[in-house]
């Protein structure tokens, strides 16, 4: 089973960027499917975006052309790039690893098998 742990979470200014890293460890790496969710004080866990084995990605409506996820299998490690953050971003945001050669619905937590204990995102207006 793939393991998974997040790096690169911090304060930044609306407006600025951060990356995210989940660092993933597992022979199946390669063709499991990879998602990161968000959650905010006081709300559910939601998604944010997604990137299968195939390199086919999702997103959000909400991070949009904000947002960009990628994987390095080389590295065992998906990104998440945010740029133009806003304070409704902010949230504790989590990786997550799905099953390998997965074609099913991404969107839900209930896709995921592993996931990361969270690295939080702060963005100040």
Partial sequence: ??????????LVQAGGSLRLSCAAS??????NAMGWFRQAPGKEREFVSAIRWSGSTYYADS??????????NAKNTVYLQMNS?????TAVYYCAAGPTLFSGNLYSTSAYGSW??????TVSS
């Fill in 1 to 10: 089973q793939v393991q998974v742990v997040e790096s690169g979470g911090g």
């Fill in 26 to 31: 597992g022979r199946t790496f390669t063709t």
């Fill in 63 to 72: 991070v949009k052309g904000r947002f960009t996820i990628s994987r390095d």
């Fill in 85 to 89: 953050l806003r304070p409704e971003d």
């Fill in 116 to 121: 990361g204990q969270g690295t939080q995102v």
